[in-house]
Nanobody, 115 residues
Framework: QVQLVESGGGLGQDGGSLSLACAAS????????MGWYRQAPGKERESVAS???????LYPDAVKRRFTISRDNAKNTVYLQMNSLKPEDTAIYYC?????????WGQGTQVTVSS
Protein backbone atom coordinates (compact mmCIF):
# COMPACT_ATOMS: atom_id res chain seq x y z
CA GLN A 1 0.00 0.00 0.00
CA VAL A 2 1.34 3.42 -0.96
CA GLN A 3 1.31 6.07 1.74
CA LEU A 4 1.99 9.77 1.30
CA VAL A 5 2.91 11.66 4.44
CA GLU A 6 2.86 15.44 4.33
CA SER A 7 4.66 17.81 6.63
CA GLY A 8 5.03 21.54 6.96
CA GLY A 9 2.38 24.16 6.40
CA GLY A 10 0.62 25.86 9.28
CA LEU A 11 0.25 29.59 9.77
CA GLY A 12 2.04 32.12 7.63
CA GLN A 13 1.87 35.86 7.16
CA ASP A 14 1.01 37.92 4.12
CA GLY A 15 4.25 38.24 2.19
CA GLY A 16 5.91 35.48 4.17
CA SER A 17 7.05 31.97 3.34
CA LEU A 18 6.11 28.42 4.19
CA SER A 19 7.29 25.07 2.93
CA LEU A 20 5.68 21.69 2.50
CA ALA A 21 7.11 18.23 2.05
CA CYS A 22 5.48 14.96 1.05
CA ALA A 23 7.14 11.56 1.25
CA ALA A 24 5.72 8.59 -0.59
CA SER A 25 6.51 5.18 0.80
CA UNK A 26 5.89 1.62 -0.33
CA UNK A 27 8.10 -1.31 -1.09
CA UNK A 28 9.52 -1.02 -4.58
CA UNK A 29 7.67 2.20 -5.31
CA UNK A 30 8.77 4.16 -8.35
CA UNK A 31 7.02 7.48 -8.62
CA UNK A 32 6.35 9.27 -11.86
CA UNK A 33 4.65 12.68 -11.79
CA MET A 34 4.24 14.33 -8.41
CA GLY A 35 2.65 17.54 -7.32
CA TRP A 36 0.33 19.54 -5.17
CA TYR A 37 -3.30 20.55 -5.26
CA ARG A 38 -5.17 22.80 -2.87
CA GLN A 39 -8.75 23.32 -1.86
CA ALA A 40 -10.06 26.42 -0.18
CA PRO A 41 -13.41 26.49 1.66
CA GLY A 42 -16.27 26.61 -0.81
CA LYS A 43 -13.99 26.21 -3.80
CA GLU A 44 -12.99 23.37 -6.07
CA ARG A 45 -9.67 21.63 -5.74
CA GLU A 46 -7.08 23.25 -7.99
CA SER A 47 -3.60 22.34 -9.13
CA VAL A 48 -0.80 24.28 -7.50
CA ALA A 49 2.30 22.75 -9.01
CA SER A 50 3.46 19.59 -10.70
CA UNK A 51 6.82 18.06 -11.49
CA UNK A 52 7.73 15.18 -13.75
CA UNK A 53 10.23 12.50 -12.87
CA UNK A 54 12.79 14.34 -14.96
CA UNK A 55 12.09 17.64 -13.22
CA UNK A 56 9.83 19.44 -15.64
CA UNK A 57 7.59 21.79 -13.68
CA LEU A 58 4.24 23.42 -14.27
CA TYR A 59 2.49 26.15 -12.32
CA PRO A 60 -0.81 27.96 -12.72
CA ASP A 61 -0.63 31.74 -13.08
CA ALA A 62 -1.91 32.21 -9.52
CA VAL A 63 1.32 30.88 -7.99
CA LYS A 64 3.85 31.28 -10.77
CA ARG A 65 7.07 32.98 -9.61
CA ARG A 66 5.99 32.61 -5.98
CA PHE A 67 5.91 28.84 -5.48
CA THR A 68 8.66 26.39 -6.34
CA ILE A 69 8.23 22.66 -6.56
CA SER A 70 11.12 20.22 -6.37
CA ARG A 71 11.62 16.53 -5.74
CA ASP A 72 14.11 13.98 -4.55
CA ASN A 73 13.59 10.82 -6.60
CA ALA A 74 15.77 8.70 -4.34
CA LYS A 75 13.47 9.55 -1.42
CA ASN A 76 10.22 9.66 -3.41
CA THR A 77 9.68 13.06 -1.84
CA VAL A 78 8.22 16.22 -3.30
CA TYR A 79 8.61 19.69 -1.84
CA LEU A 80 6.78 22.96 -2.23
CA GLN A 81 8.43 26.23 -1.30
CA MET A 82 5.85 28.99 -1.02
CA ASN A 83 7.08 32.58 -1.00
CA SER A 84 5.28 35.92 -1.12
CA LEU A 85 2.27 34.30 0.45
CA LYS A 86 -1.15 35.87 0.06
CA PRO A 87 -4.31 35.38 2.13
CA GLU A 88 -5.90 33.73 -0.92
CA ASP A 89 -3.31 30.96 -0.64
CA THR A 90 -5.17 29.76 2.45
CA ALA A 91 -6.35 26.23 1.76
CA ILE A 92 -5.77 22.58 2.51
CA TYR A 93 -2.86 21.41 0.42
CA TYR A 94 -2.75 17.85 -0.90
CA CYS A 95 0.20 16.15 -2.46
CA UNK A 96 -0.06 13.37 -5.00
CA UNK A 97 2.24 10.88 -6.63
CA UNK A 98 1.65 8.84 -9.74
CA UNK A 99 3.02 5.36 -10.26
CA UNK A 100 2.14 2.25 -12.22
CA UNK A 101 -0.07 1.38 -9.26
CA UNK A 102 -2.19 4.48 -9.81
CA UNK A 103 -2.42 7.97 -8.33
CA UNK A 104 -1.91 8.29 -4.62
CA TRP A 105 -2.87 11.19 -2.37
CA GLY A 106 -1.71 12.62 0.90
CA GLN A 107 -4.08 13.36 3.75
CA GLY A 108 -3.84 17.11 3.31
CA THR A 109 -2.20 19.80 5.37
CA GLN A 110 -3.66 23.17 6.30
CA VAL A 111 -1.99 26.37 5.16
CA THR A 112 -3.40 29.58 6.57
CA VAL A 113 -2.09 32.99 5.56
CA SER A 114 -3.01 35.91 7.75
CA SER A 115 -3.23 39.44 6.41
Amino acid sequence: QVQLVESGGGLGQDGGSLSLACAASATGLVTEGMGWYRQAPGKERESVASISKRGRTLYPDAVKRRFTISRDNAKNTVYLQMNSLKPEDTAIYYCYAGSIRGTHWGQGTQVTVSS
